[in-house]
């Protein structure tokens, strides 16, 4: 299986600061032959189910804010907050679907 | 718009069984590969099983292959995963999740989850 790991395992950053986490997998998610990375990002607040954010490692969800964005590709992915909003308090995590699922271990990102 | 509305769920002994269901509403449920995802209290996630859309292919983890099996009945729009011989590391929150890409493991849309609790 690809294992998938995410850094940091917790993050706190001020309102309106940046929030970057990392997901590295254990082999590369991109497959060649239509040059996509097989890669997807979930939110998950309290309580609630993960939320689809991107797919395809950069292509965001409908209804998704524009100040998050994703990116990366082959094994070193990223997930980025660009001005961190109260209701973006969540776990975070990476998911792999080139083979038998995977996901990362999560991110809990906190407010500081 | 896209519902998934697990049930079945519930407390039981360890080597018993369990029947888990998801109805399905909002999109063309034939359609569609569906999966089981758990999440253990307050855990991660771990993909549980896979069903294509037809019913023909199914595949598990490791860790429940030989005890639960994932079916589905698309004329009443519902997936159902009948789990055995139920061990204490079962115990979690069982999502059934709804591919949205064609590849069957991008889980485009979740329910709420039912509630499995192994224990003597």
């Known amino acids: 299986d690809i294992v998938m790991t995410q850094s940091p395992d917790s993050l706190a950053v001020s309102l309106g600061e940046r929030a970057t986490i990392n997901c590295k997998s254990s082999q590369s998610v991109l497959y060649s032959s239509n040059n996509k990375n097989y890669l997807a990002w979930f939110q998950q607040k309290p309580g609630q189910p993960p939320k689809l954010l991107f797919y395809?490692?950069?292509t965001r969800e409908s209804g998704v804010p524009d100040r998050f964005s994703g990116s990366g590709s082959g094994t070193d992915f990223t997930l980025t907050i660009s001005s961190l909003q109260a209701e973006d308090v969540a776990v975070y995590f990476c998911?792999?679907?080139?083979?038998?699922?995977?996901f990362g271990q999560g991110t809990k990102l906190e407010i500081k | 718009e896209v519902q998934l509305v697990e049930s079945g769920g519930g407390l039981v002994q360890p080597g018993g069984s369990l029947r888990l269901s998801c109805a399905a509403s909002g999109f063309t449920f034939s359609n569609y590969e569906m999966s089981w995802v758990r999440q253990a209290p307050g855990k991660g996630l771990e993909w549980v099983s896979y069903?294509?859309?037809?019913?023909?292919?199914?595949y598990y983890a490791d860790s429940v292959k030989g005890r639960f099996t994932i079916s589905r009945d698309n004329a009443k729009n519902s997936l159902y995963l009948q789990m055995n011989s139920l061990r204490p590391e079962d115990t979690a929150l069982y999502y059934c999740?709804?591919?949205?890409?064609?590849?069957?493991?991008?889980?485009?849309?979740w329910g709420q989850g039912t509630l499995v609790s192994v224990s003597s």
């Open positions: 999740a709804k591919d949205g890409s064609g590849s069957g493991y991008l889980f485009h849309r």
């Open positions: 395809w490692a950069s």
């Open positions: 998911q792999q679907y080139y083979s038998t699922p995977t």
């Open positions: 069903i294509s859309s037809t019913g023909s292919t199914r």
